[in-house]
């Protein structure tokens, strides 16, 4: 059990399983010990809560051992004005940076990057002018879907966001 935000938490999303990378070699070179040169990321994903804050959480061990044995800890990304009512962890290798999408009873969905040198940057999507409830990646991580508290799912294309 992880006690992550105060107040509750009310979205959680996992991470890829492999680093971000721009070599396609690197995503098909796994090993027979699950290893493939260092690209499996650490286990990793991500909540959002009542305490307005986004929480990266980071469980670091080997693939083959118990969860329960491994180190864990927690990064704040940043806040929100109001609740995070929901998180969503692009679970695409193809990309070369992590990105995160979070939406806020703040009436605003963020765009969360972490760049080369480790630290996050937080880009304002857009706001609504009304709660946002929910955030999810298409599959191929080409599109962002947002629903908003005005009966509207909106979609952006990942050129326009990155």
């Known amino acids: 059990?992880?006690?992550?935000?105060?107040?509750?938490?009310?979205?959680?999303?996992w991470a890829p399983s492999i680093c971000p990378t721009n070599n396609v070699q690197n995503l098909i070179n796994v090993k027979e010990d699950n290893s493939s040169n260092g690209n499996l990321a650490p286990i990793r994903f991500v909540t959002g809560g009542c305490d307005n804050n986004i929480n990266l959480w980071t469980i670091n061990n080997n693939y083959n051992d118990d969860i329960s044995k491994g180190k864990l800890s927690k990064e704040t990304l940043g806040s929100h004005d109001d609740w995070v009512r929901d998180v969503a962890w692009l679970n695409f290798p193809g990309y070369t940076n992590d990105i995160i999408a979070?939406?806020?009873?703040?009436?605003?969905?963020?765009?969360?990057?972490?760049?080369?040198?480790?630290?996050?940057?937080?880009?304002?999507?857009?706001?609504?002018?009304?709660p946002v409830w929910r955030v999810s990646w298409s599959q191929c991580g080409s599109y962002l879907a947002v629903t908003a508290g005005d009966n509207c799912t909106y979609l952006y294309k990942v050129d326009n966001l990155i």
């Open 102 to 130: 979070s939406a806020g009873e703040d009436e605003r969905v963020y765009l969360w990057t972490k760049n080369k040198d480790k630290t996050w940057e937080k880009k304002l999507l857009n706001e609504f002018g009304t």
């Open 1 to 13: 059990m992880l006690e992550g935000n105060k107040g509750g938490i009310n979205s959680v999303s």
